[in-house]
């Protein structure tokens, strides 16, 4: 890992309450993105970084980390899902300010996504919310999306479980946080409904261990975009250069369009 690297790592997870800087993350990139660029060692420097005792560091990594998930190579998630373990803060509490007990809540909110979302590509090999692989639920079969659709909603759920109120959102830290989820939460559904979609397109020619599967999931599905759209009306609330250009009415009003009860009649087995 070349020095400016590790400088540029350092820089994203300073102790300074704000976002970390777009020059240090646009440095980051640019080195993930490198032919032939190691990245072991940098996710070592954030995944030390996520070991402090500071909310504001911890925090920082965390958003680091996923930022380099979202833009980077994706030589970078498959590193990280090829650890054991991502990160371990279930029981982080940062005590030393009073902001610490509130963002450390969402810490452990957030690392958890970030350990699902990369066990996700685990277990899929690929991560459902890059632009590149839209459609690829469309085509899928049966067993497939079987398999693929349950994975989908576990990463779905701890993204939905970050839960902030717009009134929580009190530093650019959380609000960096807080708009990459949302872009993952928009990316995300598009996939579940599709593959939602393949699967009610399907029932009929299922076995009948596989319609049970599929109607357990579609009803799962039909309750998380009830979810989808309190954590939109969030976002619609932070309307602001964080989210230039958004529409959460737009997005719920889509949300509840594609997501008109096609329950397939009850069978009689």
């Known amino acids: 890992m070349g020095s400016s690297a590790s400088k540029a790592a350092l820089g994203a997870t300073t102790d300074e309450p704000t976002e970390p800087e777009p020059k240090h993350l646009a440095d980051l990139i640019q080195y993930v993105n490198g032919t032939n660029m190691s990245v072991e060692h940098l996710a070592d420097v954030l995944s030390e970084k996520s070991g402090s005792s500071s909310w504001v560091v911890v925090f920082k990594a965390l958003v680091t980390v996923h930022h380099l998930m979202v833009h980077g190579n994706e030589r970078f998630i498959q590193h990280l899902a090829s650890r054991n373990s991502l990160f371990t803060l279930h029981n982080f509490l940062d005590e030393s300010v009073i902001e610490?007990?509130?963002?450390?809540?969402?810490?452990?909110?957030?690392?958890?996504?970030?350990?699902?979302?990369?066990?996700?590509?685990r277990l899929i090999a690929i991560d459902i919310t890059k632009t590149k692989t839209n459609g690829v639920m469309r085509t899928m079969n049966t067993k497939e999306l079987l398999n693929t659709l349950p994975v989908i909603q576990t990463q779905f759920d701890a993204l939905l479980n970050f839960n902030a109120n717009p009134d929580e959102l009190t530093n650019g830290i959380i609000h960096a946080a807080f708009l990459l989820l949302?872009?993952?939460?928009?990316?995300?559904?598009?996939?579940?409904?599709?593959?939602?979609?393949?699967?009610?397109?399907?029932?009929?020619?299922?076995?009948?261990?596989?319609?049970?599967?599929?109607?357990?999931?579609?009803?799962?599905?039909?309750?998380?975009?009830?979810?989808?759209?309190?954590?939109?009306?969030?976002?619609?609330?932070?309307?602001?250069?964080?989210?230039?250009?958004?529409?959460?009415?737009?997005?719920?009003?889509?949300?509840?369009?594609?997501?008109?009860?096609?329950?397939?009649?009850?069978?009689?087995?």
């Open 182 to 269: 949302f872009k993952d939460s928009l990316r995300l559904f598009a996939a579940y409904n599709e593959g939602i979609l393949n699967l009610l397109g399907k029932y009929f020619d299922m076995r009948k261990n596989q319609c049970r599967e599929s109607l357990d999931i579609y009803i799962k599905f039909l309750g998380r975009t009830t979810k989808l759209a309190q954590f939109l009306k969030v976002a619609e609330v932070q309307k602001s250069t964080y989210f230039q250009g958004f529409s959460a009415v737009f997005c719920i009003r889509l949300v509840s369009y594609i997501t008109i009860p096609l329950t397939p009649p009850t069978q009689h087995w």
């Open 100 to 121: 610490g007990y509130t963002m450390s809540t969402f810490i452990r909110r957030y690392s958890r996504y970030l350990n699902e979302k990369s066990l996700a590509y």
